[in-house]
């Protein structure tokens, strides 16, 4: 892959090392993009999202998987998107510094479950609704902060 061969000769030159190329492979699943495997020095890229999105994905989230990875063997293990990684997308590759990406989901989102609070309706992944169901987790509205409670009827799917 190109681009991840031109960000990381840009990144080793400015760090004044010689990083190697990580490990890439498709098998994120979900609404992710990509993650960095620290340990494994290693780059999962979501295929759906890579084929729906093209060079808009690449020039967006082999950068910010690749900034993680280099991140961590530079300094250790940091905030994921403090101010070390922020300087890398940004000083190193002059890429804005986002969390997330924006590119639409529609074809990845799997079936949510509908929970309420005081103020407002929410939308749980199944994971997350089973989790509940077992009494293995319980989630709170960041807004109003009450515990989210199971509302049945019809699952929505996104």
């Known amino acids: 892959m190109q681009c991840l061969r031109n960000a990381l000769a840009r990144a080793n030159a400015q760090l004044k090392t010689q990083y190697p190329e990580p490990k890439i492979s498709y098998q994120q699943r979900g609404t992710t993009a990509g993650t960095a495997w620290l340990q494994d020095w290693e780059i999962r890229l979501n295929p759906v999202l890579l084929l729906e999105n093209g060079q808009a994905f690449i020039d967006e989230v082999v950068p910010h998987e690749l900034a993680h990875l ?30 997330t990406h924006k590119f639409g989901v529609e074809s990845v989102s799997g079936k949510t479950y509908p929970y309420r609070c005081a103020c407002q309706l929410h939308q749980l992944t199944v994971r997350r609704h089973n989790k509940v169901m077992r009494k293995e987790s319980e989630y709170r509205c960041r807004q109003c902060g009450q515990v989210l409670s199971f509302s049945p009827g019809t699952i929505a799917e996104r």
Not at 77 to 99: A, D, F, L, N, T
């Open 70 to 99: 280099l991140v961590y063997k530079q300094f250790g293990k940091v905030s994921p998107h403090g101010r070390e990684w922020q300087w890398m997308m940004g000083h190193v590759w002059g890429i804005e510094p986002r969390r």
